[in-house]
């Protein structure tokens, strides 16, 4: 089933067709006055530059007039190939059809709203006949009802025809699309962005991608840098403004020759506090007695620390090399 792009929107034609894969694009004469757009025939010209298929109004009162648009528009460098005039349904229309593919041009018989309509523009040898499958279904009729019936029609009667599901509001047009079977749909930006789209695919993915990491990045890797860190000799009070200052809810405490003594936590603060009162403010951060640390290597890799932090359920722990302190791995970093 081929995939067109419909738009007027220069941006949003960029980014679609960044896909690589979309066959073409559709446009309308109202999608260009709603952007704005003046310079249509300049329009035209650079849209045919950006897509591999170009699809665009052939407008005009008669087949004839309807013909010689079609030549104007071609004489302003398109390619004839790469070209398809989109001419709405009608006797004179059909007619033109009949002309425009008399000498090698592809044509969209375009707002086709019942069978009959299709019928006449498969016959005169449209290259897409497009039904309106939004419109319809506002109007209270069975459009994909009609849709497949045209569909039937091509394979019934062996016509050289491709029918377009155009008109598409939503993801569930896309999924009826290829279930009829039609043969090209073309699709508003906003939806075909939304056509990989699912929740269980997003935490699929998500899952993926942490249990990769846990086994391919070192702890060393995964640290933010930040290591608040102060010596024994500090005051109470300047270890937890510094604690405070990095935003961690413990700091690390060494020694003067720079080995580790321990790890002081807001809650080994708060502990204090309660059984010492404020007069623990006046004392030296290395006067407290401090347990043996949850500390972690750092050359090890992060599923070695998510079995750690699953087993003492802490929310940080302290990173060393060769006994020395070096950071600190917060449980948030193993995200990423």
Do not use: W
């Amino acid at each position: 089933m081929e995939l067109y792009l419909d738009s007027a929107n220069l941006k949003e034609i960029e980014e679609g067709f960044k896909l690589g894969f979309l066959n073409g694009l559709t446009t309308t004469p109202t999608f260009m006055q709603r952007e704005g757009i003046t310079d249509i025939d300049g329009t035209i010209v650079k849209l045919s530059k950006m897509v591999p298929v170009l699809q665009i109004e052939a407008l005009g009162n008669s087949a004839e007039e309807v013909l010689a648009e079609a030549e104007r528009q071609l004489a302003l460098g398109l390619d004839p190939k790469k070209t398809v005039f989109k001419i709405p349904v009608s006797l004179e229309g059909v007619r033109a059809c009949k002309m425009l593919r008399d000498k090698g041009y592809l044509v969209n018989v375009h707002l086709v709203y019942t069978l009959q309509q299709a019928y006449m523009a498969m016959h005169a040898g449209a290259t897409y006949v497009c039904p309106l499958v939004g419109r319809l279904q506002d109007q209270g009729h069975d459009a994909l009802a009609l849709v497949e019936q045209c569909v039937d029609a091509v394979d019934l009667y062996d016509y050289d025809t491709k029918i377009m599901f155009s008109s598409v509001r939503h993801a569930e047009h896309v999924r009826n699309a290829i279930n009829v079977g039609v043969h090209t749909i073309t699709v508003p930006l906003k939806v075909l962005k939304g056509l990989t789209e699912n929740n269980f695919t997003t935490l699929g993915t998500e899952q993926f991608i942490a249990d990769t990491r846990l086994m391919t990045v070192k702890v060393k890797e995964a640290i933010n840098g930040v290591n608040p860190i102060v010596k024994a000799d500090t005051g109470m009070t300047d270890a937890i403004i510094k604690m405070t200052e990095f935003g961690f809810g413990c700091i690390t405490v060494v020694n003067a020759d720079g080995s580790l003594k321990g790890v002081f936590t807001d809650g080994d603060l708060r502990r204090l506090i309660s059984t010492g009162g404020r007069d623990v403010l006046s004392k030296k951060i290395g006067d407290i007695e401090f347990k043996a640390p949850i500390a972690i290597e750092s050359g090890v890799l992060l599923n070695e620390a998510a079995g750690l932090f699953k087993k003492t359920n802490v929310d940080t722990i302290l990173v060393t090399e060769g006994g020395k302190p070096v950071g600190m791995l917060d449980i948030q970093d193993m995200k990423g």
